[in-house]
Antibody, heavy 117, light 112 residues
């Protein structure tokens, strides 16, 4: 069955970076893009961007350019998102989802990122 | 960005009751291919969002036909007939016609 397994919760200091992963199984990884979504209580759901898992090409929501960097490792069927120069506003749950639109049929379980000194 | 406005923000319902949720967009969601990329998601407590309906009215895999979606252009509705306990959670509409995709603020469905 299709699964997107995300890495564990992160506690990071302001100014640092984190890299979270999304490992796909149960389907041909390179047949679907992977998108990333941020969820906070205040801002709700926000679309970050997507990565073409075959070519590595990316497209970002303007709001997250410079904040998020999406990469992929086809050999392990894993997509990654690095968040840099972290601030408390980056504290959120981050989801990966199958497909490039962020409204796909399969989602990961989410990763809680907490930014605190 | 396209603004998605959902109403009401919360609903209190009894099991077996029918409910409707409204979603309005700031721009038409008809894409150049003629299709309308408006979707509905449900986030059950403690879970990831799950897609219920895609492209206005198409049920996702395994979604019961108690759920139905209607609408066009900028005005859309999700209807749940005969609410069951498993339907409780937060419902989101989402548009993927325009980049970036955007989501409504959510409608929390609770038990009366």
């Amino acid at each position: 069955q299709v699964q997107l397994q995300q890495s564990g919760a992160e506690l990071a200091k302001p100014g640092s970076s984190v890299k979270i992963s999304c490992k796909a199984s149960g389907y041909t990884f390179t047949s679907y893009y992977i998108s990333w979504i941020k969820q906070t209580t205040g801002q709700g759901l926000e679309y970050i961007g997507y990565i073409n898992t075959g070519s590595g090409g990316t497209n970002y929501n303007e709001k997250f350019k410079g904040k998020a960097t999406l990469t992929v490792d086809k050999s392990s069927s894993t997509a990654f998102m690095q968040l840099s120069s972290l601030t408390p506003d980056d504290s959120a749950v981050y989801y990966c989802a199958r497909g490039r639109t962020g409204s796909g049929d399969y989602w990961g379980q989410g990763v809680m990122v907490t930014v605190s000194s | 960005d396209v603004v998605m406005t959902q109403t009401p923000p919360s609903l209190s319902v009894a099991i077996g009751q029918s409910v409707s949720i409204s979603c309005k967009s700031s721009q038409s969601l008809v894409y150049s291919d003629g299709k309308t990329y408006l979707h509905w998601l449900l986030q059950s407590p403690g879970r990831s969002p799950k897609r219920l309906i895609y492209q206005v009215s198409n049920l996702g895999s395994g979604v019961p036909d108690r759920f139905s979606g209607t609408g066009s252009q900028k005005d859309f509705t999700l209807k749940i007939s005969r609410v069951e306990a498993e339907d409780l959670g937060v419902y989101y509409c989402a548009q993927t016609t325009h980049f970036p995709p955007t989501f409504g603020g959510g409608t929390k469905l609770e038990l009366k």
